[in-house]
């Protein structure tokens, strides 16, 4: 069996490998190579491999770094099932419909030719065959399953197994226990786990911590009359925050303010969750089955339209705006952050993990002016950050789930991560658990 890394390899964003036994070969995501912007230029060459023989794809979950570049591989002539949870394939349609536009209007902007277009992506949800968790997948040699990673919802790790060998691919998970879903499940035992290592040099604070620290920040932005922006990935982060926000004001711990999700996809994807309550946790299945609209309140304004977009900056702070994209690397956020970055009354909050070279690490990290639109924006806001939002396990997560199968395990592939991070996680995997752990190189096949 050979295993070849073809994306998220000493990098975050990409995840891409192809597995072969016996002449069939599979593959696990198709993600897009993302960074300061959507259009970075690894998503326009070629695949390294010939789409046409891939047999299948198996897809994690439905963020974009993992399912971004499906319509591009049926472009090319990929033709078998893509395999993914009921979720993960509602929300793969919305989402990629969504990054369309963006992609199409960044790549004329650089004179290159569109990446995809509709036809596309119908391709690939005609060819989408949605599978629960624990219902095993035979192709060729290989049985496939998925278990919960809870990392978002429908999200999922995939067992594979072949030639009496068995391989774990992490894709990412959870930083449990969440807001909304369910922790993530025990790893199985296996042979090799190719795991990501997004937050593997980091710790973040305790979950329960999370909306402790919400509060404050809406306190200190509401007595200082400003406005609060959280640039926020559409999916999950978007409708955790909406739950804690709902807690909020539903036992006074804040004061009222009008709040603004001020993103089409996000109001789409959270419209999803309807349907799928069964993947809820106890308490919000709870909260759910009670009658709680467990992700709206008095005060919630939902802006569809460019015009209510538009319309958020005639209402008077104190407010708290919540925009894609998550790391304002594109997205309605964009516009706020010209009109609020220059108020010393005003905070952003960051949420989400924030890649090399996009807009909003460099924010985080203190600069003292940003471009945006061509415009130099100087930052006089206060900046914020929850890491305990963070859709990722941190360290010690990782590296307890991957302990469970210390006995069985034979080497971890540390990927999904930046250079230093993945360097860490594989180090404290070798020191702390005895387990021998590599990070691969882009393009480097191994021999299971």
Not at 215 to 233: C, K, N, Q, S, W
Request: proline letters at 6%.
């Amino acid at each position: 069996m050979k295993l070849t890394f073809y994306g998220a390899s000493g990098e975050v964003t990409g995840s891409n490998y192809v597995l072969e036994s016996g002449g069939t070969r599979i593959m696990v995501d198709c993600g897009l190579h993302q960074g300061g912007h959507y259009a970075e230029k690894e998503n326009f060459e070629p695949f390294a491999y010939d789409p046409k023989e891939i047999a299948a794809v198996f897809i994690t979950h439905s963020h974009l770094d993992h399912i971004g570049r499906l319509p591009s591989l049926t472009k090319a002539g990929f033709s078998g099932p893509i395999y993914g949870t009921p979720p993960t394939r509602d929300f793969a349609e919305l989402m990629l419909y969504d990054s369309e536009h963006l992609l199409f209007s960044e790549a004329e902007r650089e004179n290159r030719p569109p990446l995809y277009g509709d036809d596309d992506i119908k391709e690939v949800m005609h060819l989408w065959r949605a599978v629960n968790y624990h219902e095993k997948v035979t192709l060729g040699p290989f049985t496939v399953e998925f278990f919960d990673a809870g990392h978002i919802l429908g999200s999922a790790f995939v067992k594979i197994q072949a030639e009496g060998k068995t391989i774990v691919f992490s894709g990412d998970l959870g930083n449990s226990p969440a807001p909304i879903i369910k922790p993530t499940e025990e790893i199985p035992e296996t042979d090799y786990c190719v795991i990501e290592s997004t937050y593997g040099d980091r710790v973040h604070e305790e979950v329960a911590e999370r909306q402790v620290l919400l509060e404050r920040v809406i306190e200190d932005t509401v007595h200082a009359g400003g406005t609060l922006m959280i640039p926020t990935f559409a999916m999950e982060r978007m409708q955790d925050l909406l739950y804690h926000l709902h807690q909020l004001f539903e036992n006074g711990r804040v004061p009222r303010v009008p709040v603004f999700v001020d993103s089409p996809l996000a109001i789409k994807l959270s419209a999803v969750y309807e349907k799928y309550d069964d993947y809820f946790n106890a308490d919000a299945l709870k909260e759910t089955r009670g009658g709680e609209d467990i992700l709206n309140f008095p005060g919630l304004r939902l802006t569809l339209k460019t015009e209510q977009s538009k319309d958020i900056n005639n209402i008077t702070p104190p407010k708290i705006i919540m925009a894609g994209a998550g790391m304002s690397n594109g997205g309605r956020i964009l516009h706020h952050e010209v009109r609020y970055l220059p108020d010393p009354k005003s905070t952003i909050l960051f949420v989400g993990y924030q890649a090399k070279g996009s807009l909003g690490q460099k924010i985080m990290d203190g600069a003292p002016e940003v471009v945006i639109f061509g415009e130099t924006v100087p930052v006089h806001c206060r900046k914020s950050v929850i890491g305990g939002y963070s859709a990722h396990a941190d360290q010690p997560h990782l590296l307890a789930w991957l302990g469970r199968t210390q006995e069985s395990l034979k080497k971890a592939f540390v990927v999904h991560g930046e250079e230093a991070a993945s360097e860490t996680l594989a180090t404290k995997i070798r020191d702390d658990l005895a387990i021998a752990a590599e990070v691969p190189k882009p393009g480097e096949t191994v021999e299971l």
